[in-house]
């Protein structure tokens, strides 16, 4: 038997903001307004469309993001943006505290993780 997450409890709102690559985690940088996360960052959700100046965000379920760094833990982790698209493991003394997510997969071949937003 497999297991699969792909699209569980998956909940997506448009916003604007250009310039967004598809499956890079977004903060809110606006009314109504989606931009890429700086470094340590807390991130709102993940784009999973771009078209033009505006994108679909992924606000609630499970999704799969890139991380960098070590690799975030299985169960619940504290997680920030690592400033290049993807997610890091928040320790103590980043710029903010991180987001505290539940962790249900880590794949650290492809460096990817899959959490509930």
Do not use: H
Not at 27 to 44: E, P, S, V
Not at 47 to 62: H, P, W, Y
Not at 63 to 72: E, F, K, L
Not at 84 to 97: I, P, Q
Request: aromatic share 6%.
């Amino acid at each position: 038997m497999s297991v699969s997450f792909e699209g569980v409890g998956q909940v997506c709102a448009t916003f604007l903001g250009g310039r967004l690559a598809e499956g890079q985690v977004v903060k809110l940088t606006g009314n109504g307004t989606a931009g890429a996360c700086g470094d340590g960052d807390q991130f709102i959700g993940a784009a999973i469309c771009c078209k033009d100046d505006a994108c679909t965000v992924q606000v609630g379920g499970f999704v799969t993001v890139s991380y960098s760094g070590a690799a975030p833990a299985v169960g619940w982790s504290a997680l920030a943006a690592d400033g290049k698209g993807g997610v890091k493991a928040a320790g103590s003394g980043e710029t903010g505290s991180g987001r505290l997510l539940p962790v249900v997969s880590v794949d650290t071949i492809a460096r990817t993780v899959t959490i509930l937003l």
